[in-house]
């Protein structure tokens, strides 16, 4: 090869180099920071893949998804939230509850962050300043489940009327903890059961937390909003119904596993909703301006099949009122 055919191939290359990693650097990143782990959420993540898509974006052909989980251990949330912001990620999807939104804000006030949580109000939280008009870095939705505490907890007393003492299971690591329980024994105050509640921070300290819920002689069970038991709907519900317990919990996927009863907005619906409006923020829209999204329907599910092997009879009014039916 003559030596100035060499130069101009090694400069037409050295050119194209450039504009390669002009391409790759020019696809947004999405970081996405969770709080528990992927398994147990990819029908979710699905959904928030499908409404990026319904803006025009589909991973790995026009945005990168960095994905950043913490296994259901909230204090790695810190680290993980300032490994995206290093990385100068385009938006922070930050979902699995409030804490990894809180924890996104502390750390950054520039870099735009959707948020997908329901355990409580997002302006009491400190998120946003308004629904409509949130104000600085953060929106997103809110499905309310945090609010639906007192209605949860009065389905399952028409469940099992009868039941004096009620368990509650929740996690003492979350950082709502406090808030939610709050709610929960206003909520049997008023209905005029008394409350038994457990704290269980890891898989292991759920048996435990059962058998002691047992021995305190509850007669039905009440399950906090939390992503860890989230991730162990399958361990919860099988203790609950191996102990005979019926139990009331904030979303559908524990009944779709077997639990009796649910009263929620639709998670599959709020983590599409978080896709799209990263998507929107991507194109150019300031969380400031997109106002947050409230549920509007909530769906009680039912799962007749474990109301019988619980030995219970459902009132009619909540099957001829129930969203779905389990059989």
Do not use: C
């Not at 990263?278 to 909530?298: C, M, N, T, W, Y």
């Amino acid at each position: 090869m003559k030596r100035r055919e060499f130069i101009s191939l090694i400069g037409g290359a050295a050119a194209a180099w450039p504009l390669a990693a002009l391409a790759q650097q020019r696809m947004p990143v999405i970081g996405f920071l969770h709080t528990a782990s992927p398994q147990p959420y990819s029908h979710l993540l699905a959904a928030f893949r499908l409404g990026l898509k319904e803006m025009g974006y589909v991973e790995g052909q026009n945005v990168t998804i960095e994905y950043r989980w913490a296994e259901g251990l909230f204090d790695r949330l810190p680290a993980l939230a300032t490994d995206l912001v290093q990385r100068q990620v385009s938006v922070i999807a930050a979902l699995g509850g409030s804490a990894s939104p809180l924890v996104a804000k502390k750390v950054t006030d520039t870099i735009p962050i959707v948020f997908s949580s329901g355990e409580v109000d997002p302006i009491r939280s400190g998120l946003v300043v308004s629904l409509n008009r949130p104000g600085g870095n953060v929106t997103g939705v809110n499905p309310m489940t945090g609010m639906l505490v007192a209605k949860r907890l009065e389905l399952l007393h028409q469940v099992v009327p009868k039941a004096a003492v009620i368990g509650y299971l929740a996690n003492s690591s979350n950082p709502n903890f406090e808030t939610q329980s709050k709610d929960v024994h206003e909520a049997a105050r008023v209905l005029g059961v008394q409350l038994q509640a457990v704290s269980a921070r890891t898989e292991l300290e759920l048996d435990a937390a059962f058998t002691s819920l047992m021995q305190r002689g509850i007669a039905a069970l009440f399950v906090a909003n939390d992503p860890f038991f989230f991730a162990l709907r399958e361990q919860i519900v099988a203790l609950a119904e191996r102990h005979l317990v019926p139990a009331s919990y904030y979303t559908r996927e524990f009944v779709a596993a077997g639990g009796l009863l649910s009263y929620a907005a639709s998670f599959v619906d709020a983590y599409r909703l978080a896709g799209t409006y990263s998507g929107r923020i991507l194109k150019g829209e300031k969380p400031a301006d997109l106002p947050v999204v409230q549920s509007v329907k909530f769906e009680l599910v039912i799962n007749l099949k474990t109301a019988k092997v619980l030995g219970l009879t459902m009132p009619t009014t909540l099957l001829t009122s129930a969203d779905e039916v389990i059989e």
